[in-house]
C-alpha cells in the first residue's frame, strides 16, 4: 500500500497547481487522475489530423495571469519549466451580425477608436468604466487568489463604505443593467453581454455585474495563449511536481474516499487499491462527484448530501469543433479583424438576449460562435503554414426534442448550422480549406470527463447564490469540508469557472492548517 502525505482526486489544472504548491513546501503528493494525460480541461490533442495540435476545452489563459502563480512565477513554470506564452494583439475582436467589427485592442487608445466609430459618447464612457472598474472591482480582484471570507461577512464588509457599496451594487446587477447604464449604442450594449456570458451564464441573469469587471484585464494582461497549446501549462506544472518528488497516476480511477473516525485517511481506487494519505485529501472533481457518490452518506451531516444534490447547473454548455485548415480564416469585416486571436460573432438585442432565453428551454442556436486562431501567434500548433480553428458554441445540454441523449442525432446537424455562420462571415472557409474536424457535444463532454455533470464546464453555474463564499455551498467555500482533512479545489470552488488557477489558494489554505509558512516556502 502506497502512502503520502497528500492525496490529490484529479489532475486538472487545479489539482495540479495544489500539488505542485505543496511538493514546494516539502510533503509527499500523488495526484490520482482517470485520464490518460494531465489537464482536465486544460489540454491539447491532435484530435484531427498529426501535427495539428487543438485545445479541445479551455483556451483563453487570460485571468490567470494575474495569479502570482504566473506572473510572480512562484513555481518557475516559466522560469525552470519552460511554460512560455504569447499574447495576440489584438486579442480579440467582436464581429455583429451586420459584419461591423469591434476591435478590442491591448492599447486603450486604439480600443477607444473603435469603439468611436459607433458612439463617441460610448468612447469616452469605455474609458471612464474602465477607470471606475479599476477602482471598484480591483480589491475584489486579487481576493480571486485568496480563500474567500463567509458570504454574509463579505457583503457586510461592503456595506460599510461608500465604495464597497459601489460594489454591492454591481455585483447584484446584471450585466445587461450595466451595459445599458454605461453606453447607448447597440454595439456596446451587445458587446458586453456577449463577452461576460463566457462565464457561462447569461447576461440578463441578476449577480452577474462583477463579469463586466474583465473589460480592463483586455488592456492589462491581454489573451496569453502558451505556446504549444493550452495543455502546456498542465504539462508544466506536471514536470514541477515530478521535479519537486510528487507522483502522478495516470489512467487511475478514484471510487471511494476512506474516512475513519470523521477524518479522510486517503482513497480506495476501482481497481481496489488503497492510496493512504497521511496529513489530507483533496478533491479536484465536481463537488457532486465528490460527496454524492466518493464519500458515504453517514460521514456527512444530514441533509448535506441533499444541498449538494440541489446544486444548479449552468443554461448551457459547450459545442466545440476543432478544424485543421489550410489557410486560417480571412474575416469579411477585414482590417484587424483578421489579426484578432479570437472573433466572437454576436447578434444584436434583443435578439442576442432571446437565445439565452432559449438555451433555457432546450433550444440550440447556431448564431453566435467563438472562433480562436492561435496559430496566428503560435505556429507551433499546426505543420508549417497551416492553421488551427476553434469553434465554440453555446448550446443547451437538454435539448428540448429528446433530451441530452438527442446530442448523438443531432450533433452534425447543429455543428454543420454554426461552421456555416462562421462562413456567412469569412470568406475563406469552404470544404476545400478544411482539412479535418472534429466535433464534441455537451454531452460528449459529460463523457469525456465525468465532472463536467451536465457538459458544465464549472462543474456548478456561477449564480450569486453559488459564487464567492457560497462556492459551492453556504458555509463551505474556504475549501474545506465537513470530513476533517478533506478538502476541494478546482472550479467547484471559488473563484470557479475559468483557467483561473484558483488552486493555488487551496494549497495556502491546506499550508496554513498544517502550519507551513507560505511566504517562506515562495522564499526558498
Not at 163 to 175: N, T
Request: hydrophobic content about 40%; aromatic content about 10%.
Amino acid at each position: 500500500m502506497e502512502e503520502y502525505d497528500v492525496v490529490i482526486i484529479g489532475g486538472g489544472h487545479n489539482g495540479l497547481i495544489v500539488a505542485a504548491y505543496l511538493a514546494k513546501a516539502g510533503l509527499g503528493v500523488c495526484v490520482v487522475e482517470m485520464q490518460d494525460m494531465v489537464g482536465g480541461c486544460v489540454i491539447t490533442r491532435e484530435v484531427t489530423l498529426p501535427g495539428f495540435k487543438h485545445d479541445i476545452a479551455g483556451a483563453i489563459h487570460m485571468m490567470i495571469q494575474a495569479n502570482p502563480l504566473i506572473h510572480k512565477d512562484e513555481l518557475g513554470l516559466k522560469s525552470k519549466y519552460g511554460l512560455r506564452y504569447v499574447f495576440p494583439d489584438p486579442p480579440c475582436a467582436i464581429v455583429f451580425s451586420d459584419d461591423a467589427p469591434l476591435v478590442i485592442y491591448r492599447d486603450i487608445g486604439q480600443t477607444y477608436d473603435s469603439i468611436r466609430q459607433f458612439s463617441v459618447k460610448d468612447a469616452d464612457a469605455y474609458l471612464k468604466f474602465c477607470e471606475y472598474s479599476k477602482q471598484t472591482l480591483a480589491p475584489v480582484g486579487i481576493g480571486m487568489f485568496s480563500t474567500p471570507p463567509g458570504f454574509g461577512a463579505m457583503m457586510s464588509f461592503l456595506d460599510a463604505s461608500e465604495g464597497g457599496r459601489q460594489y454591492m451594487k454591481v455585483l447584484l446587477s446584471s450585466v445587461q443593467d450595466i451595459a445599458e447604464e454605461w453606453f447607448e449604442s447597440k454595439q456596446m450594449r451587445a458587446a458586453f453581454g456577449r463577452w461576460a456570458s463566457e462565464e457561462m451564464i447569461g447576461p440578463r441573469e441578476k449577480g452577474t455585474g462583477l463579469y463586466v469587471g474583465s473589460w480592463p484585464l483586455f488592456h492589462t494582461w491581454g489573451f496569453g495563449l502558451p505556446i504549444g497549446g493550452s495543455g502546456a501549462l498542465s504539462e508544466a506544472l506536471a514536470v514541477c511536481i515530478r521535479d519537486n518528488g510528487g507522483t502522478i497516476k495516470l489512467s487511475s480511477t478514484v471510487k471511494r474516499v476512506k474516512v475513519e473516525a470523521g477524518a479522510a485517511t486517503g482513497v480506495i481506487l476501482d481497481s481496489g487499491e488503497e492510496i493512504k494519505a497521511k496529513k489530507a485529501v483533496v478533491s479536484n472533481v465536481n463537488v457532486k462527484q465528490l460527496f454524492l457518490t466518493m464519500v458515504e452518506a453517514d460521514e456527512l451531516p444530514p441533509g448535506f448530501q441533499s444541498e449538494v444534490g440541489q446544486l444548479k447547473h449552468s443554461t448551457f454548455a459547450p459545442l466545440v469543433q476543432a478544424i485543421a485548415l489550410n489557410e486560417a480564416p480571412k474575416f469579411k469585416a477585414g482590417g484587424d479583424v483578421n489579426k484578432a486571436g479570437f472573433v466572437e460573432i454576436s447578434p444584436y438585442c434583443p435578439e442576442l438576449l432571446r437565445i439565452y432565453d432559449d438555451y433555457a428551454y432546450g433550444v440550440p442556436n447556431a448564431g453566435m460562435p467563438i472562433m480562436g486562431m492561435s496559430t496566428l501567434y503560435d505556429p507551433s500548433r499546426a505543420p508549417e503554414g497551416k492553421h488551427t480553428l476553434y469553434l465554440y458554441h453555446y448550446e443547451p445540454y437538454s435539448l428540448r426534442e429528446g433530451g441530452a441523449e438527442a446530442w448523438d442525432k443531432m450533433k452534425q446537424e447543429i455543428a454543420d448550422e454554426v461552421l456555416e455562420t462562421a462562413r456567412k462571415h469569412t470568406t475563406n472557409l469552404g470544404e476545400s480549406n478544411i482539412l479535418g474536424r472534429w466535433i464534441a457535444s455537451p454531452l460528449d463532454y459529460e463523457r469525456m470527463n465525468p465532472a463536467l455533470i451536465s457538459g458544465d464546464i464549472g462543474h456548478i453555474g456561477s449564480f450569486l447564490t453559488q459564487s464567492f463564499g457560497n462556492r459551492p455551498l453556504p458555509g463551505w467555500g474556504q475549501y474545506k469540508t465537513p470530513v476533517e482533512h478533506l478538502y476541494m479545489s478546482g472550479v467547484s470552488t471559488h473563484p470557479g469557472v475559468g483557467i483561473n488557477g484558483g488552486g493555488r489558494a487551496t494549497a495556502r489554505q491546506i499550508m496554513e492548517d498544517l502550519g507551513i509558512d507560505f511566504k517562506k516556502v515562495m522564499a526558498k
